[in-house]
């Protein structure tokens, strides 16, 4: 099959979140299963330079083949981030992610070969799957290209002003409730769910989420709609890039049969974030956007209870001003026992995972998560919310002994949380049990290998 994936960022070029990974892991499992890839991105100026492959793009390889084309345009893409700045969009996003669905198209019929998928990732290819209803419609170049739509994180769905659907460039027909309007505004999400093909999203668990008018952020009717042609994926990880037994970012090594690394990781973690030096005391980790889905309000409310246990925090985020400040202040606050890392930082990342006893991810949702997996593979326990993707992945040591990796919150309150923490408290002073729970941990698996059989399928019944 020859699939496009089509994505507003891709690592190793331009990450904010785990959208990167994903578009930057799945087209290179796809390729190694034996499928033709390509990827369509944004030139964004974090890219770098890059050979011009003609007037609308640059290009690159990564894999063994995979060509990668990066859409120019220095006003909408010469930018210093991808979606805005100082906590602002950018007030062009529709016309920008317009362009850059337009011109994907436009560069399909330059390179000139048919495409069977076309691949799209949340709301900044929405308008894409429309473009092939109109005007596309009749194009012979596209009339066996069939559109999958993945939903990565339904709140953020692409809403602008309805004066802005002229800047489209479709039928003025679509712009009704059943199709791109919402609530008298364009939304782009909901373009991409309504005419793509198949719809997917990254966890079974989501998936059943989004279809109920508590996690479906408005959108739950057009789900339900497209029931039979929704489906969740879990999201692997790439476990060649997270390998705490070979990771550049971290010296020494470990593995789940020796883990005395970990105590060494452990201090230096402790000596980059001005903590006192204890190793005996256990350390939670958070890595993450600083924004509300994160759940940063629970922690804030909990905070008073955190600081009585024997404990020490770390956390590295940027994000909300709102979130950044209040950690900022807690760290003030709490000399010695909580520390902050405001930015984005790779190194500082990997050196949470691997010097972190336990992984704090209070999420309010969320769609799938790819740091508790990380986490996982790095010995850092999760201590997580009952919610989306962590209900795959994280399997709680006292409900569910047999593959319990981690710890669930009974509930998502103040006393869920510091409940929580205390039965972690309780397996880290066991030293030879929590040994044996933290190989356990690191061995756990959820592979892009599994996935992809899946998007196979996916792939093939859209064609079908
Ligand atoms: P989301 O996509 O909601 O942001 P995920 O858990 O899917 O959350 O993915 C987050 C990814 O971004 C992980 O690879 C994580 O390590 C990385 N990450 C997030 N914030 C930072 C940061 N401040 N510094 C380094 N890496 C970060
Ligand atoms: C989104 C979600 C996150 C998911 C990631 C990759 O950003 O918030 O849960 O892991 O996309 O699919």
Known sequence: MRIV?????VLPFAKTGGLADVCGALPLELEAAGHELLIIMPYYKEVGTK?????????????????????KNKAFFGRSSLYGENMNDYPDNLERFAFFCRETLELLK???????????HDWQTGLLPVLLKDPYLNDPFFVQTKTVFTIHNLAYQGVFPKEEY????????????????????????????????????????????????EWGCGLEGVLQERKGRIVGILNGLDYERWDPGHDGFIDPSYTPQDQLAKK????????????????????????????YQKGFDLVASSFEGLVQRPIQMVFLGVGEKKYQDLLKKLARNNPGRFAVHVKYDEDIAHQVYAGSDFFLMPSVY???????????????????????????????????????????????????LLESVDRALGFYNQKDK????IAHAMNCRFTWAEAVKHYIEVYNECRS
């Open 264 to 291: 060494i990781h452990k201090v230096k973690l402790q000596k980059i974030s001005g903590l006192p030096v204890m190793s005996d005391i256990p350390v939670l980790g958070f890595v993450g956007r600083l924004c």
């Open 110 to 120: 330059d390179i000139g070969q048919p495409v069977d998928i076309i691949h799209c």
């Open 166 to 213: 002229a800047k489209l460039g479709v039928d003025a027909r679509f712009f009704n409730d059943g199709q791109v309007e919402f609530y008298g505004k364009v939304n782009l999400m909901k373009a991409g769910i309504v005419f793509s093909d198949y719809v997917t999203t990254v966890s079974p668990q989501y998936a059943k989420e989004i279809q109920t008018k």
């Open 366 to 416: 969320e769609p799938c998560g790819l740091t508790q997996m990380i986490a996982l593979r790095y010995g850092a326990i999760p201590i997580v919310s009952g919610v989306g993707g962590f209900l795959d992945t994280v399997f709680d040591f006292v409900s569910n002994k047999k593959q319990g990796n981690g710890l669930v919150l009974p509930s998502y309150s103040v006393s869920g």
């Open 434 to 437: 929590f040994a044996v729970m």
């Open 51 to 71: 050979p011009s492959f003609n007037d609308r793009a640059c290009v690159d390889t990564v894999g063994k083949g995979v060509k990668v084309y990066f859409i």
């Open 5 to 9: 994936f089509v994505a507003s960022e």
